[in-house]
């Protein structure tokens, strides 16, 4: 009897932590962090112009590189004084007067991503 209430009370404690096990890591990996661009400032400006990008996530860590976009042509910008919610970067050379530009960001990891923004810099 004795043994019974014990396998009983052991079952009771073993499922549970088995359904946790299987089910939390890949709750775990789905908690990616992601960056987020908020804003620029100024939104507009000449060729080698300084711009402020702010947000969330945009580290070193996180970020490693940031690119204007047309939507055809990528290219990439020179960063400076990067930290989790700002990042200073040049408009490129390369970019085209007249042209509003989104900006994109590629992270860092096993598996990199290009992620467009919702923030534009138009180049005078």
Not at 54 to 72: M, P, R, W
């Amino acid at each position: 009897m004795q043994e019974n209430f014990e396998m009983r009370l052991s079952l009771k404690w073993l499922i549970p932590l088995f359904l946790l096990s299987v089910a939390a890591p890949p709750m775990l990996l789905a908690q990616e962090i992601l960056p987020r661009i908020t804003s620029v400032d100024p939104t507009s400006g000449k060729v080698g112009d300084v711009i402020t990008v702010t947000g969330e996530n945009i580290g070193k860590n996180v970020v490693a590189k940031l690119y204007f976009t047309d939507g055809q042509n990528d290219i990439e910008a020179v960063t400076s004084d990067q930290t989790d919610t700002t990042l200073k970067a040049k408009i490129p050379e390369k970019a085209k007067v007249g042209v509003r530009y989104k900006l994109m960001i590629l992270t860092r990891g096993k598996e990199p991503k290009l992620i467009e923004q919702p923030v534009r810099v138009e180049v005078e």
